[in-house]
Nanobody
Framework: QVQLVESGGGLVQAGGSLRLSCAASGRTFSNYRMAWFRQAPGKERGFVAGISRSGGWQYYADSVKGRSTISRDNAKNTVYLQIDSLKPEDTAVYYC????????????WGQGTQVTVSS
């Protein structure tokens, strides 16, 4: 089992940037593919970005493609999400997720960190 703790959320003006962090503990971090999801008020949780175990492969939702970067530091057991040019519609609770499978759903989830973008 792996435990995930997100940080870095907050209130930011539209057009600004934010870097979220997710610290993992409990198991070998490099064995897990990682991802970020988000849930806006009244909406279902949706995928934002994912990264392979080595960090060599990243993939993004269309809504953030081109203005976000997911990365990981396996030595620090941490995955990051940088989002630039923030928009009010980026307002959501952002969740970190981990899984050992090669594809499919994610088994482990953090508690989330709130991101609020003001216009």
């Amino acid at each position: 089992q792996v435990q995930l703790v997100e940080s870095g959320g907050g209130l930011v003006q539209a057009g600004g940037s934010l870097r979220l962090s997710c610290a993992a503990s409990g198991r070998t971090f490099s064995n897990y593919r990682m991802a970020w999801f988000r849930q806006a008020p009244g909406k279902e949780r949706g995928f934002v970005a994912g990264i392979s175990r080595s960090g060599g492969w990243q993939y993004y939702a269309d809504s953030v493609k081109g203005r976000s970067t997911i990365s990981r530091d396996n030595a620090k057991n941490t995955v990051y999400l940088q989002i630039d040019s923030l928009k009010p519609e980026d307002t959501a609770v952002y969740y970190c997720a981990a899984d050992r499978k090669d594809f499919g759903s994610y088994e482990y989830w953090g508690q989330g960190t709130q991101v609020t973008v003001s216009s």
